[in-house]
């Protein structure tokens, strides 16, 4: 077991956790802590010693979790729903718009543009590129310039994985009016940036990175204007109303977001979901946001001083914990390798190394990333 993080994390949180000191993926995958692994042992060793009460008493995970992540997103859990990833509710929006277009930015990621694909080949709503302004970011102007009669939402990221920018979802909002879908793929950012979640019909995201739940672990947020206007075409038995009534009768779609559930969710990962989330709420938002912002400050200051480019945005209000970069003349592969030398593990691209920051992780993991940088001159 490596040492507590009490030297450089965020007290009340970090001690939770017992990564390397030099990860730096969890815009990949962000590893659990102890209290998750604690509960999805003790889900695993009830259900196998079921009796008659188990099943029911190990599902009331699901009721746990969605209300702890309404309670994040600021809603309520009738507008909440668990989801086994951000693809899923990705695929649910799609599929729920039966026509219009959507507008999908340039260099999403694949989850983003693969659900407006399929739901354009099945003839409901069809996808229009959006193009990112001169800086490669999506912005208000940017989405005013593409607005069209036609289009009935807008599909983005409020994180983007490439650079940590985050998308301004008010002024998003503001631009394209109250009746307009704004759906917002949220799983780079939900737990470490305090955004106004409120401001999109749709957020969705997976737990398995910076929530730091694992994999298969989800939710789907939908405000009023998302239930009135998507069909719950991928709603399946426990998406309606009376789900325990086996009558042969197909039942009315469930009144809230329930209604986009296809089937009963493994109540492990709801526990696991449950107890990530409710970490999370034990320290708030804003103080993991502010340790993230200044632990990436340092890192995008140690990687300046080694000489590489930094891709993601230089304003702190414009990004998230995700630092983007390039050293001149050098692969990136020759890069990452020099990292793992010193004990870092960061995400590697074709043509940039992606180094990703959570409140756990220690002010030693800048100098790691420092003489692995240095050691490449």
Same mark, same amino acid.
């Given at each position: 077991?490596?040492?507590?993080?009490?030297?450089?994390?965020? /007290?009340?949180?970090?001690?939770?956790?017992?990564?390397?000191?030099?990860?730096?993926?969890?815009?990949?995958?962000?590893?659990?802590?102890?209290?998750?692994?604690?509960?999805?042992?003790?889900?695993?060793?009830?259900?196998?010693?079921?009796?008659?009460?188990?099943?029911?008493?190990?599902?009331?995970?699901?009721?746990?979790?969605?209300?702890?992540?309404?309670?994040?997103?600021?809603?309520?859990?009738?507008?909440?729903?668990?989801?086994?990833?951000?693809?899923?509710?990705?695929?649910?929006?799609?599929?729920?718009?039966?026509?219009?277009?959507?507008?999908?930015?340039?260099?999403?990621? /694949?989850?983003?543009?693969? /659900?407006?694909?399929?739901?354009?080949?099945?003839?409901?709503?069809?996808?229009?590129?959006?193009?990112?302004?001169?800086?490669?970011?999506?912005?208000?102007?940017?989405?005013?310039?593409?607005?069209?009669?036609?289009?009935?939402?807008?599909?983005?990221?409020?994180?983007?994985?490439?650079?940590?920018?985050?998308?301004?979802?008010?002024?998003?909002?503001?631009?394209?009016?109250?009746?307009?879908?704004?759906?917002?793929?949220?799983?780079?950012?939900?737990?470490?940036?305090?955004?106004?979640?409120?401001?999109?019909?749709?957020?969705?995201?997976?737990?398995?990175?910076?929530?730091?739940?694992?994999?298969?672990?989800?939710?789907?947020?939908?405000?009023?204007?998302?239930?009135?206007?998507?069909?719950?075409?991928?709603?399946?038995?426990?998406?309606?109303?009376?789900?325990?009534?086996?009558?042969?009768?197909?039942?009315?779609?469930?009144?809230?977001?329930?209604?986009?559930?296809?089937?009963?969710?493994?109540?492990?990962?709801?526990?696991?979901?449950?107890?990530?989330?409710?970490?999370?709420?034990?320290?708030?938002?804003?103080?993991?946001?502010?340790? &993230?912002?200044?632990?990436?400050?340092?890192? &995008?200051?140690?990687?300046?001083?080694?000489?590489?480019?930094?891709?993601?945005?230089?304003?702190?209000?414009?990004?998230?914990? &995700?630092?983007?970069?390039?050293? /001149?003349?050098?692969?990136?592969?020759?890069?990452?390798?020099?990292?793992?030398?010193?004990?870092?593990?960061?995400?590697?691209?074709?043509?940039?190394?992606?180094?990703?920051?959570?409140?756990?992780?220690?002010?030693?993991?800048?100098?790691?990333?420092?003489?692995?940088?240095?050691?490449?001159?």
């Amino acid at each position: 077991m490596t040492a507590p993080h009490a030297t450089g994390g965020l /007290p009340g949180y970090a001690e939770h956790f017992e990564e390397p000191e030099g990860y730096l993926d969890f815009a990949r995958y962000g590893p659990p802590s102890r209290d998750v692994l604690a509960a999805t042992a003790e889900a695993l060793e009830r259900s196998a010693h079921a009796d008659q009460d188990t099943v029911n008493d190990l599902m009331r995970a699901e009721p746990r979790a969605r209300e702890a992540a309404a309670r994040l997103a600021g809603t309520d859990a009738a507008h909440t729903v668990l989801l086994p990833n951000t693809s899923t509710g990705l695929f649910h929006a799609a599929f729920g718009l039966p026509a219009g277009t959507v507008l999908v930015p340039a260099g999403e990621f /694949p989850a983003n543009h693969y /659900p407006w694909r399929r739901s354009a080949e099945l003839g409901r709503a069809v996808p229009r590129t959006l193009e990112p302004d001169a800086r490669g970011r999506i912005t208000a102007d940017a989405v005013r310039t593409a607005l069209t009669d036609d289009v009935v939402a807008v599909s983005v990221s409020a994180v983007d994985f490439r650079t940590g920018y985050r998308a301004d979802l008010a002024a998003l909002r503001e631009v394209i009016g109250p009746d307009r879908l704004l759906v917002v793929d949220a799983i780079q950012g939900f737990g470490v940036a305090d955004l106004p979640w409120a401001a999109a019909d749709v957020v969705v995201a997976g737990g398995q990175k910076w929530l730091r739940a694992s994999w298969a672990t989800g939710f789907g947020i939908l405000s009023d204007l998302a239930l009135d206007r998507l069909e719950p075409t991928l709603g399946g038995w426990t998406g309606v109303e009376d789900a325990g009534v086996f009558d042969d009768v197909e039942h009315p779609p469930a009144p809230g977001a329930q209604r986009w559930s296809t089937t009963n969710l493994s109540p492990v990962t709801a526990a696991a979901l449950a107890t990530a989330l409710e970490l999370v709420e034990g320290v708030g938002v804003p103080a993991v946001e502010a340790h &993230i912002r200044a632990r990436v400050g340092q890192f &995008i200051d140690a990687v300046r001083s080694c000489g590489g480019d930094v891709l993601s945005p230089a304003d702190p209000a414009e990004r998230a914990g &995700i630092v983007s970069f390039r050293l /001149p003349g050098t692969d990136p592969r020759h890069v990452a390798k020099a990292l793992h030398a010193h004990g870092v593990t960061p995400s590697v691209r074709t043509d940039s190394v992606r180094l990703s920051a959570h409140a756990s992780t220690r002010l030693a993991a800048v100098d790691r990333v420092r003489a692995a940088l240095t050691s490449l001159r």
